[in-house]
Structures are given as structure tokens and as C-alpha cells.
């Protein structure tokens, strides 16, 4: 089946540093969603992106979508404590399937 | 806010026992859906539910699974005989619509099969 793929597995960086997780299908999108889950917790919906190129930010947070809608990528900017977690994409292929495929995600952990 | 909520948060069976997890979607969403989580993997699809009836699923959600709404809040997951390999967290989410709509989710029901 349709599978996107998502690196890296996991993160360590130290507080203040930049993060980026990469999400990438070998087929077209049809639009992708970041969620968020802390630890012991649940996805918590952070952004979708359904446009080719498009770029969204959230605070310290920036989004893209490519250009071929095939990838996509969240990069935080000086990262805090409070941004520990597991970041997910949630993709939709483009077609019949509405399903979210999740990808595996990256677990994020700052370092004081 | 409004919230999905389920129940129990913890749900432990014996392997081959029915197993019937609820939630209650938030109230205004039309779209329902449930997902598994395996102890630190990813989340996995198993089911879409509009209108009152299953509008998706995935290759997990076999003969053994069923989903209904049995009323006009609560939204169950029923597993008629569970296996060691049921255990996971198992979330419940709704959206007000389907393809470009948030997905809320619950805060998940840990099933345990022993």
C-alpha cells in the first residue's frame, strides 16, 4: 500500500537549537496535516497544508508543503522544553482513498 | 473547549473475550473515526464512519472489528475476540468534515490483552 515516509526516528537537540522533520511519499498528495503527541498523550492537530509550495507559520514553527506535493517539512526555531514530544505527518493521497495515513514519526527530545 | 472523551482509559482482557471500547465524539461532528497505536509506533488507521455507517477502512480492521453509534452521542469499537496482538492504544477522533478538517482526538483507551 501508500506509505509515506518520515525521518529521523528521533531528535536529541539542546534547548535553543533548531529541529526539522521531513515527511516524503513516493506518490502525490492531496493534502498533509502535523499533529503533535506528548509523551503519554494524544495527536494533537497542529497545521494542514493543501496548496503546492505552500509555507505556514505558527510561532516558532514553520511549515512547508513542495512544490510536487510529495514532501513536506516542519522546522522549529529555538527549541524549548515545552516542544518535547512526537511530531507526526498525517498525509491524504491524492485518488479515491480520504483515509490520514500517519508516518511514523519523530520523537523530539530538548535537552535543558 | 469540546472534547472527545472515552472510556475506560484502561481496559484489561482476557485473549478471546469481547472487547467494547466507547467514545463520545464532540457534539457538532459528523465524521468519526478509530485508530490504534502499538506501544511506541506509529498511528494506524482502522476506521471512518459517516452518516451512520462505515465510510473506510483499513486491512486491520477484519471480521473481528465493529464500530457503531448506537445513539445519538456515544460511538463504540467493538473486538469480538481479541488477540495478544489487540493490544494497543486505541484512539477515537471526529471531525466536523472529511478531507479538510482537524482531527480531534481522544485522549485513548489502553487495552491490555492478557
Known amino acids: 500500500g501508500q506509505q509515506v515516509m518520515q525521518i529521523p526516528q528521533y531528535q536529541h537537540v539542546q534547548e535553543g537549537e533548531d529541529f526539522t522533520t521531513y515527511c516524503n511519499s513516493s506518490t502525490t498528495l492531496s493534502n498533509i496535516q502535523w499533529y503533535k503527541q506528548r509523551p503519554g498523550g494524544h495527536p494533537v492537530f497542529l497545521i494542514q497544508l493543501v496548496k503546492s509550495g505552500e509555507v505556514k507559520k505558527q510561532k516558532r514553527l514553520t511549515f512547508q508543503f513542495g512544490e510536487a506535493k510529495k514532501n513536506s517539512s516542519l522546522h522549529i526555531t529555538a527549541t524549548q522544553t515545552t516542544d518535547v514530544g512526537t511530531y507526526f505527518c498525517?498525509?491524504?493521497?491524492?485518488?479515491?482513498?480520504?483515509?490520514?495515513?500517519f508516518g511514523s514519526g519523530t520523537q523530539l527530545t530538548v535537552l535543558p | 473547549e469540546p472534547e472527545v472523551t472515552q472510556t475506560p482509559s484502561h481496559q484489561v482482557t482476557q485473549m478471546g473475550q469481547e472487547v467494547i471500547l466507547r467514545c463520545v465524539p464532540i457534539s457538532n461532528h459528523l465524521y468519526f473515526y478509530w485508530y490504534r497505536q502499538i506501544l511506541g509506533q506509529k498511528v494506524e488507521f482502522l476506521v471512518s464512519f459517516y452518516n451512520n455507517e462505515i465510510s473506510e477502512k483499513s486491512e486491520i480492521f477484519d471480521d473481528q472489528f465493529s464500530v457503531e453509534r448506537p445513539d445519538g452521542s456515544n460511538f463504540t469499537l467493538k473486538i469480538r475476540s481479541t488477540k495478544l496482538e489487540d493490544s494497543a492504544m486505541y484512539f477515537c477522533?471526529?471531525?466536523?468534515?472529511?478531507?479538510?478538517?482537524?482531527?480531534?482526538f481522544g485522549d485513548g483507551t489502553r487495552l491490555s490483552i492478557l
Open positions: 498525517a498525509v491524504r493521497f491524492s485518488g479515491s482513498a480520504r483515509q490520514l495515513t
Open positions: 477522533a471526529s471531525s466536523a468534515g472529511q478531507d479538510n478538517q482537524p482531527q480531534h
